[in-house]
């Protein structure tokens, strides 16, 4: 249990993380990010852009000046992540001795897991499409040391990328393909709930012996359950409350909404 | 000339003004009277006699009115409080441009006799009227004035105690002043007490009252000096003009001490302080603990470069009404602010706790807050902590929390 005093300035204008499509605003952010998510910074994240913005927002020229020292110097990605922020004062040394064996564990990965890990942080912070281009890369440049249980949770996640931005059919054959390599019987149940979503859609006959009546039965109740307490998330009572507006705020708040679902959905796809 | 010094003494009865160190001082009743068709002002004697003249509508107790909000209205426009006294400053602070033939102010100090939030904020909201920044205005406690005149003597009259008698027609007042030398720093604590038995300074006009009141200040005087060392011993205000009735109280005081009779103290204190504002470096390198100051420091115990370290949010010895401090802080696996409290006698030392309650719950080092305090007097401490969210991985909720902490 500690306070940690925030000494340094907020940016004006902020840096955007394309990888977790956010904006960063202080050092701590950027601290917290860089230590949640190692992976996505491993690969070269400490660039000449970054230290300008250390240096002009963060008001930290001393500590930009080191890090741009270090990185003339041709030191490693993590080992400047890590002085930056041990510079910071936001993590402990112990906390950053865990992350500095974090990112060797990570670096230790074959070239496919590290991948696959990279395309899962994007789903993570609903970056669909980007990630659906990562798990194909995977796919396409996969050799035997990618085993058939990998390809299939690696095409599974292609499949729910896919259902995450209503590209029914594409999921569909993506989880089709990922059963053949492992029979998961979760990755039929994902198929039953697209034919549920898009009527357009049918089970292969080849599965239906495989599935019984009664499980189907289930599966189509665990379904509507989840669409019930869909109808309680906060999202739609919002709507709710929007139609209890009279027209002409109903109108106006009803644009904002479906451009901000429009702004999401570009930034998903 | 480069622009004017200036300290007032301001109470309900009287106003001095002392100009560039003593160099210049006026006294005058703190009186204002607005002739009855014209929007024109006068203010101490010439106002007395202009409404003894029936000339005009004169207006008294101005601080005092301030302090309540009052108003006051004359030819039919109601003027208040606070109007009513930057109208009198302006006027007397006219008196001192005029005889410097200057009109720039450079700093003012107000020392009052108790420092209120009212009369602070029309003090140091009056600048414009007076032609001047309002950070070039300060307001200290006639304690702290008393303070500022003793320490800018000879070192010897401060070497011990020294004792103040403060006698006018707002009542008897004791000061007392210490000097605590400390290794790393000297601590100078002033006090002040109102003493029942003043009495008004009418009596002093029949040789039954004037014996009467010097059994009185005797009495007072035997109480308060008792068994102490003082170096020196300081007499104030209009009762001390003439000393001649007051026999037994001089020659009970003049034992084995130095006394010393001003009657502008507070006055120049101000003034000395106000030189001393002016300084790159204070002439006064000291903890100052007295009325309008505060007696302990407030502190939180943060975590630097894996350290505890102390963060210092008010200092002992500032005023209390410029002790305002704020701080961004991140909360790492607690949902509550820790303060410590430090009076001059460590032993005392305390730690208040304040929950954030209402605050959101977030992963480990996301709760960031915005600490905001400040005082409303010597004791009492207000502190503001808002939600100011993590960026955009964790908007604020705006969730805002005030309290008041005793020190």
Not at chain 1, 4 to 32: D, T
Not at chain 2, 79 to 106: H, M, R, S, W
Not at chain 2, 327 to 354: A, N
Request: hydrophobic share 40%; with cysteine; glycine share 8%.
């Amino acid at each position: 249990m500690s306070v940690i005093v925030c000494g340094q300035k907020r940016a004006e204008h902020p840096f955007y993380l394309e990888g977790l499509g956010i904006n960063i605003y202080s050092c701590q952010e950027l601290c917290y990010v860089v230590y949640h998510h190692p992976l996505m910074f491993l690969d070269g994240i400490m660039d000449q852009n970054l230290v300008n913005f250390i240096r002009n927002e963060f008001d930290m020229g001393f500590v930009a000046a080191r890090v741009e020292q270090r990185i003339k110097s041709g030191e490693k990605q993590e080992d400047i992540l890590l002085f930056f922020m041990q510079e910071c004062n936001y993590y402990t040394t112990a906390e950053l001795n865990k992350l500095r064996q974090t990112m060797m564990s990570l670096k230790r990965l074959t070239v496919f897991e590290y991948a696959k890990r990279k395309a899962d942080y994007l789903v993570q912070f609903k970056q669909y499409g980007r990630a659906i281009a990562a798990y194909e890369e995977i796919l396409e440049q996969r050799d035997q040391r990618a085993d058939d249980q990998f390809v299939s949770r690696v095409l599974n996640n292609l499949g729910a990328c896919y259902a995450r931005i209503f590209q029914f059919r594409k999921a569909m054959e993506a989880y089709d393909k990922a059963y053949e390599k492992r029979k998961d019987l979760g990755t039929l149940e994902r198929m039953y709930h697209l034919t549920l979503l898009d009527p357009g859609l049918a089970l292969k006959d080849r599965y239906q012996s495989t599935v019984s009546g009664e499980l189907m039965e289930r599966w189509k109740k665990d379904f509507e359950k989840a669409g019930e307490s869909a109808k309680e998330a906060e999202e739609v009572k919002k709507i709710k409350v929007l139609f209890e507006k009279d027209s002409v705020r109903r109108m106006e708040g009803a644009e904002q909404l479906v451009e901000e679902w429009k702004k999401e959905y570009r930034r998903m796809a | 000339m480069d622009g004017l010094i200036l300290g007032f003494d301001l109470c309900d009865a009287y106003t001095q003004l002392v100009c560039n160190q003593g160099e210049k001082s006026w006294t005058l009743p703190t009186v204002i009277c607005r002739k009855k068709e014209e929007e024109s002002w006068m203010v101490g004697e010439p106002a007395y006699a202009s409404a003894l003249a029936g000339n005009g509508v004169m207006v008294d107790k101005l601080v005092k009115l301030v302090i309540k909000d009052g108003t006051s209205t004359i030819g039919g426009i109601r003027y208040g409080g606070a109007q009513l006294l930057v109208q009198f400053l302006i006027q007397v602070a006219a008196l001192a441009k005029k005889e410097y033939n200057t009109d720039e102010i450079k700093q003012i100090v107000f020392s009052v006799p108790r420092i209120d939030t009212r009369l602070l904020a029309c003090l140091t909201s009056c600048g414009d009227y007076l032609g001047m920044s309002g950070k070039d205005i300060h307001v200290i406690s006639h304690t702290e004035g008393f303070m500022y005149y003793v320490l800018s003597q000879k070192r010897e009259v401060w070497n011990n105690q020294v004792g103040m008698f403060d006698l006018s027609g707002e009542g008897l007042c004791y000061y007392e002043m210490k000097v605590q030398r400390g290794l790393r720093q000297t601590t100078v604590m002033a006090e002040k007490e109102r003493l029942e038995e003043g009495f008004s300074l009418d009596i002093l006009n029949s040789a039954a009252g004037r014996k009467m009141g010097d059994r009185i200040l005797c009495s007072c005087g035997s109480r308060m000096l008792q068994k102490k060392l003082f170096s020196s011993i300081f007499l104030m205000g209009k009762g001390f003009e003439e000393r001649d009735w007051a026999e037994g109280f001089m020659k009970l005081v003049c034992n084995r001490r130095r006394v010393y009779v001003e009657t502008e103290l507070f006055a120049k204190g101000a003034a000395y302080r106000a030189v001393d504002l002016l300084r790159e470096k204070s002439a006064y390198p000291y903890v100052c603990i007295c009325e309008g100051r505060l007696d302990s420091s407030v502190s939180m115990r943060v975590l630097y470069k894996d350290q505890d370290n102390q963060l210092m949010l008010a200092n002992a010895g500032v005023s209390w009404y410029e002790a305002a401090k704020e701080v961004e802080l991140i909360l790492d696996g607690q949902d509550y602010l820790e303060f410590i409290i430090t009076p001059p006698d460590q032993r005392k030392k305390k730690t208040v706790k304040m929950a954030l309650e209402g605050f959101p719950k977030r992963e480990e080092k996301t709760l960031r807050v915005l600490l905001q305090i400040g005082f409303l007097d010597e004791r009492t401490m207000t502190v503001t902590v808002t939600d100011q969210g993590f960026g955009e991985l964790f908007p604020s909720t705006g969730a805002v929390l005030r309290q008041e902490v005793m020190l």
